[in-house]
């Protein structure tokens, strides 16, 4: 067993995207690497994920994308975790175009995993970023 302390993330859907299958394969991955997952679920508001972040004392959050909605809405999670002063990297999961995956990391997304991501470049992502935040 591992001195280290286990990795808390908070997954999520924000926005009406209404597929949550891929999240809930993201979470088992998460789950079988020794993590605590703290699951959402469907039609989440920057307001909701931002108080369960706080309330879950999550280390991360993962946000899955398939609406196309991913330059809008990530920006404004990142926004709200600011806002909210919370030492929590966005981790952004799902459909999105190589294109847009610098300006989200300009907007302050820690990671965007596209869907080729293997299950141990998604568990190493959200490591590094918790790294990253608590270094």
Do not use: F, W
């Not at 991955?29 to 679920?41: F, K, Q, S, T």
């Not at 999550?58 to 990530?74: K, Q, V, W």
């Not at 920006?75 to 806002?83: G, I, L, R, S």
């Not at 919370?86 to 300009?106: E, R, S």
């Amino acid at each position: 067993m591992s001195d280290e302390p286990q990795i808390r993330i908070l997954l999520a859907k924000l926005g009406l995207d209404g597929h949550d299958r891929g999240l809930k394969v993201v979470a088992r991955i998460l789950r079988d690497a020794g993590m605590e997952v703290i699951y959402l679920g469907l039609r989440q508001t920057t307001d909701s994920i931002v108080a369960a972040a706080e309330q879950e004392d999550a280390d991360a959050i993962g946000l899955s994308m398939h609406n196309a909605g991913h330059m809008t809405l990530a920006p404004a999670m990142v926004k709200a975790v600011n806002d909210a002063e919370l030492d929590c990297p966005v981790i952004v999961g799902g459909i999105v175009p190589d294109q847009d995956v610098q300006p989200l990391l300009d907007a302050g997304v820690a990671v965007v995993l596209g869907p080729g991501a293997s299950a141990e470049e998604v568990a190493q992502s959200v490591r590094d970023a918790v790294a990253a935040v608590n270094s």
